[in-house]
């Protein structure tokens, strides 16, 4: 087995799972779309009849609420987090490219107190590029 045979294998079957991907994603965006418009017009008719949802014979149908919380203005979120002891309403993840950004400064390469830093080697394959 050559390596130049493994690498046309590998592209020629990635090219295709991307296509058929492509495909089932265009598929699915249209059915998403259809389902998103009969469970708007699902909302609007539970609303009129002020009812919170349907039992039918082919299925239930019934509101849910959908709930976000975003920072808007971190400092003041910080702020009151730190002022109310309220720490439970954020989440704290590290930043890669700045970790690393950290450890490179460091004489010793020290991964910052608290973290853990992870680097996995992975095998990468691309097509020649046009000339």
Not at 4 to 11: A, H
Not at 72 to 79: F, K, T
Request: net charge positive.
């Amino acid at each position: 087995m050559k390596v130049e045979d493994v690498v046309r294998t590998y592209v020629a079957a990635r090219d295709e799972m991307r296509a058929k991907k492509a495909e089932y994603d265009k598929d699915l965006a249209a059915r998403r779309e259809k389902l998103e418009k009969i469970e708007a017009w699902l909302l609007r008719e539970a609303d009129k009849q002020g009812v919170n949802g349907f039992n039918t014979s082919y299925g239930v149908c019934f509101k849910t609420k959908t709930v976000s919380a975003t920072i808007q203005d971190r400092e003041a979120a910080i702020h009151y987090a730190t002022t109310n002891n309220a720490w439970a309403m954020l989440t704290v993840t590290a930043n890669k490219q700045v970790v690393k950004q950290i450890m490179d400064a460091d004489p010793d390469h020290r991964v910052p107190p608290g973290l853990k830093y992870v680097e996995i080697d992975n095998m990468s394959v691309r097509k020649p590029t046009a000339s």
